[in-house]
């Protein structure tokens, strides 16, 4: 039998500080690419939540790097807000908390999120095969502790 997951996932791309204009070309992390368009090929709900200092810009940077059609959700707000209320956001959107998995680069966030029971791992260097392999292990692992895998 096959498992259905949804996954929640947050690529890390080059949303730096020196990128405020929209004028600019973003890029993403080597693997990023690759990563999404293999998940969405398999029929995995992803989506964005980011914090931004430019929500606009992060905006028309999902647009430049074609990506944004691929996303359920798409959650970028101020630097000010919490990484909570973005999935708060994303699981109205019928995910539960527990088929979500979470890629970032801040302790902070992986260790908030994670208490939501949202499967959390920390990229230190953006979103990488490893990262992706380390990500799949951990949420299956979970899912099957939980029971909460959902068979087709």
């Known amino acids: 039998m096959a498992y259905t997951y949804h996954m929640c996932?947050?690529?890390?791309?080059?949303?730096?500080?020196e990128c405020r204009s929209k004028r600019k070309m973003p890029s993403l992390y080597p693997h990023a690419e690759g990563i999404l368009y293999a998940l969405k090929e398999k029929g995995i709900d992803m989506?964005?939540?980011?914090?931004?200092?430019?929500?606009d810009i992060a905006k028309t940077?999902?647009?430049k790097l074609g990506i944004k059609s691929m996303l359920v959700a798409q959650e970028i707000f101020s630097s000010l807000s919490?990484?909570?209320?973005?999935f708060q956001i994303i699981h109205r959107t019928g995910v539960p908390f527990n088929s979500m998995l979470f890629f970032n680069d801040e302790d902070r966030n992986i260790e908030s999120v994670s208490k939501m029971?949202?499967?959390?791992?920390?990229?230190?260097?953006?979103?990488n095969i490893g990262a992706l392999r380390q990500g799949?292990?951990?949420?299956?692992?979970?899912?099957?502790s939980s029971g909460n895998t959902k068979r087709n």
């Open 117 to 127: 029971g949202v499967t959390s791992i920390l990229v230190g260097n953006g979103l």
């Open 9 to 17: 996932l947050m690529y890390i791309c080059l949303f730096s500080n």
């Open 82 to 86: 919490h990484k909570t209320q973005h």
């Open 136 to 144: 799949l292990t951990k949420f299956s692992q979970n899912s099957a």
């Open 61 to 63: 940077f999902l647009d």
């Open 47 to 55: 989506a964005i939540a980011s914090r931004s200092p430019t929500p």
